[in-house]
């Protein structure tokens, strides 16, 4: 049996909106965008890609899957996406080596430290 992982779904109120979002946020290019459906990807044949896909309803609960960045440099890149229009949140993390934040849409994701060489 071949996989091969295609995209993650992400649902959302506004996808051009939060699609457009993180393709700026990552530096992806958008390689399909309608009124309700907007897929970025690192290139246009690299996968895999985030789909961001309508729904109706807003995000009601703690997501149950979020997205781990490993940046160069974590106090700039969390700076950049602060910037960017993202937020600080806490979900009980404590004082750990990763930062958590949310899109504009509320979904996490975290940025981590430096790998360890």
Do not use: Y
Request: charged fraction near 25%.
């Amino acid at each position: 049996m071949t996989l091969e992982w295609e995209q993650v779904i992400v649902h959302s109120v506004d996808p051009v909106a939060l699609g457009r979002w993180w393709a700026e946020a990552l530096g992806w290019v958008v390689v399909h965008s309608s009124e309700d459906e907007f897929e970025i990807r690192p290139a246009p044949d690299r996968l895999p890609g985030l789909d961001f896909v309508r729904v109706d309803e807003g995000r009601t609960a703690k997501s149950r899957l979020h997205l781990d960045f490993r940046p160069d440099d974590q106090a700039a890149e969390v700076a950049r996406l602060v910037a960017h229009g993202a937020q600080h949140v806490d979900i009980g993390q404590g004082d750990q080596s990763w930062v958590v934040l949310a899109d504009p849409e509320g979904n996490e994701f975290c940025v981590l430290g430096q790998r360890r060489h």
